[in-house]
């Protein structure tokens, strides 16, 4: 459970899209929130701005979740800011363009891999560090931001994306139970066809309206709809859930 009084969000990739919806209804639930972005500081810069101006707080902290050092620092840039952090949102993610097995070279998996896995692994091992009852710390929640992929497998478009977001959900499974006794819950949510501009670096910017309507609710989501499924488990109404996933998929 989320110690009261003491909400302090990090929210990887908070620049954009689902990162910047989680970020704008965490302020609005009250969170002090660490919007972290590795390239893009106007973007970061307009989320922090949409929260001071509705009388929330928020800092921008640059950093790639891919580099330990930069992890270590965005912790402490938020920690000083706020207090130490409560809630981690593990949502930067990159994916590459359609590319059947083939045609995926080993440096391009390995780029997919380094931000979509070895960045939640370094987020989420620095959160348990700070947050483990057992460690002092005050206890606190973990969301991974997995992808209806991982169940799916992306067959003929990125099979690299969908194995790293298998990775991801094996680590929220077993991270879980190793932390649950120190105060600390872990869950994942698995969007599906989300409105965001992620569709636009996989080289198909029309997926969203072009697939929207072939899903069962008959479109795709929208950043706020997966946001709102993270700020729930966060939050202390889910207080007896841990390794569970969550899927925004439009029943797809
Ligand atoms: P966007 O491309 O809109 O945003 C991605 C965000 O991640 C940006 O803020 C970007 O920052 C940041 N980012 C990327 N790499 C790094 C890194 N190494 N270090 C720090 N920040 C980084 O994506 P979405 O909002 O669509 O995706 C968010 C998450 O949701 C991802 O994990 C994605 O895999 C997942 N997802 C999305 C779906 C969709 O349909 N949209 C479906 C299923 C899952 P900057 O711009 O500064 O580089």
Redesign the pocket.
């Known amino acids: 459970m989320t110690p009261t009084g003491r909400r302090v969000v990090l929210v ?8 910047a919806a989680t970020c704008v209804m965490a302020a609005r639930s009250g969170y002090a929130v660490g919007v ?5 500081a106007d ?2 810069a307009r989320v922090v701005e949409t929260i001071i101006a509705a009388g929330g707080r928020a800092l921008a902290v640059q ?4 580099v330990e050092a930069d992890v270590l620092r965005l912790f402490d840039a938020v920690q000083d800011a706020f207090g130490p952090v409560s809630a981690l949102v593990n ?5 590459e363009t359609q590319a059947r097995l083939e045609q995926i070279s080993v440096e391009r998996l390995q780029r997919v891999l380094k ?2 896995v070895v ?1 939640v692994f370094l987020c989420a091992r620095e959160a348990v560090k700070r947050m483990s009852t057992r460690q002092g710390g005050p206890g606190g929640t973990i969301v991974n ?5 991982a169940v799916l497998g992306a067959p003929g478009e990125y099979v690299d994306y969908a194995l790293s ?1 298998g990775a991801v959900d094996t680590l929220t499974i077993g991270l879980a139970k190793e932390v649950a006794a120190e105060g600390i819950r872990v869950n994942a949510v698995r ?4 409105d ?4 636009a ?1 996989g080289g198909e910017p029309g997926r969203v309206e072009r697939l929207g309507p072939a899903q069962p609710l008959g479109r795709g989501g929208t ?1 706020e709809e997966v946001a709102a499924a993270i700020l729930w488990l966060l939050s202390d109404a889910a207080s007896y859930v841990t390794g569970s996933f969550t899927d925004v998929a439009g029943g797809r």
Not at 12 to 19: D, K, P, Q, V
Not at 63 to 66: I, N
């Open positions: 990887t990739g908070g620049s954009r899209g689902i990162g972290n972005y590795r390239h893009d973007a970061a950093g790639d979740v891919s949502n930067a993610g990159i994916l931000t979509n960045g931001v997995s992808s209806r992929a977001k969007p599906g066809i989300i965001t501009d992620i569709h670096s950043p």
